[in-house]
DNA sequence: CGCCGATTTGAAATTTATCAAAGTTTGTGG
DNA sequence: CCACAAACTTTGATAAATTTCAAATCGGCG
């Protein structure tokens, strides 16, 4: 194992804010992001934790907060009357979530901690006050926006129109994408704290059945997934599968 | 059949931008959203029209506008490897498309014309400054791409977790509720130029098995759709099959 | 040690896709 | 206005994929 499996991966850090490759675009976004780190910073109010399992944002619950993640992975996702979940998307340490609420009121469905995480608790009006007086701000979170949109994309894509097989692969391209970002080393191997029943949830496959695709890529000598750690054994065949292009997260 | 077929349902209007029903956070959006309305009125450079089936956005062109959709439906979607369409939205008369091209260039997708279409063009350098002048003109684009992702959201959950039938019904009545915050009329029933072929698409199914869907659904009693009109028979049953609640279209 | 959650495997049942073909509608050119 | 072609809808039969159900294993943890 090339990695230690019990090395401190969930640092605190803002990759996704903080780091991004150049754009075509150039400057433009760069300076708004860099500009904006500090003012979100400053908008922190407070660091909160919370326990693997619980729940930062509820449906039903008002809630007037934002979070910057700073250690740990947490999700969003949907209970079904079914009683089915659908998971939306994983955040990672430098994720700014919970920022639909800033706008629409009781839309950001649920947002749980996968593991054990720390936040910067952000309050919504505090941050739409700002976003009022600071444009590069708003920009900046606009920016945001449309990224998030084109990962949630991206999972539509994913879940309507690719097998299994190729979906799985799809799904931890792109997690190594989102986190290589801030650590260029995680790119294809990195550490996963999620169970195979999360995963199924966001794919839209059983457990049971996810199970078998990821026994069938390690078949294929294309990657592995266990005790928490991922790795992108053979990037070509996996891209290759995936038909994966990460210009959408930039 | 209580509505004409032939009625000119696609006129010219506005309606996802400029109506809306009062939100949790009030004035505030109404007031970016109307005055907003004559900001990008002012910002069209002129009125295009596409024919039905041609492109507005294809991934490889580097195209510089966004459009305010003034009548006729379109689409945005994604083409993969293994030949099949993902259909990641449908777009009314009053939406704005392509704005994420905005801030993060290729990543709209491609973008088709469903019917023939008018739409006025909207120069992207012109609205990125407007925005950056305008700060409740930037405000109404967060809301709309906060929108935007919630929709994409509930189209995850309907492939991922929903089975057919209710992600079907799931469909029509979002449709419904989306086209009825301008023309409350078109609640229960409405016109409908999509093909079935395109909505399988947009739902992750076969034209095959969507068509079985469609006959189940008429048996139920709960729902029909041919001749380019839909009539949901039962509001209540579709809504329990669908598990569906608005309040994420507002 | 025993429990609990997560993973793994097998077998059967169900759902959905694929293939094929017949109707039907729509649009176009003569 | 008709004839024809193309696209869309509908149905049946069959094949393939996926879920469901059941059970065994594994590992961590009190």
Redesign the interface.
Known sequence: MPHDPFSPAHQFNHCSLSTNKS???PAL?MDCLTKTMGVLDALVMRKRVFTKGSDLIHEDQQGQNAYLLQSGWSCSY?L???G???I?NFHVPGDLIG??R??????D?NLCAVTRIEVGEIDIESLLAA???N?CL??A???L??????I??Q???D?????PV?RAAHFFLELGSRLSIAHPDMKTAYECPLTQSLIA????LTAVHFNRVLRHLRELNAMTFHDGWVELLDFDKLEHLA?FDA??L?
Chains 1, 2 share one sequence.
């Not at 800033?102 to 839309?107: Q, R, S």
């Not at 879940?159 to 097998?163: A, D, F, M, P």
């Open positions: 754009m075509g675009r976004h949907a079904l009357r079914n089915t979940r659908q939306i920022i639909r800033l706008l629409i009121p009781d839309v469905g976003l009022r007086s444009n708003a920009m979170i606009l920016w926006a449309f990224r998030d949109e084109a949630v994309s999972h539509l894509v879940v309507g129109r690719r097998r190729n949830d966001a794919l839209g038909d210009s959408y930039q």
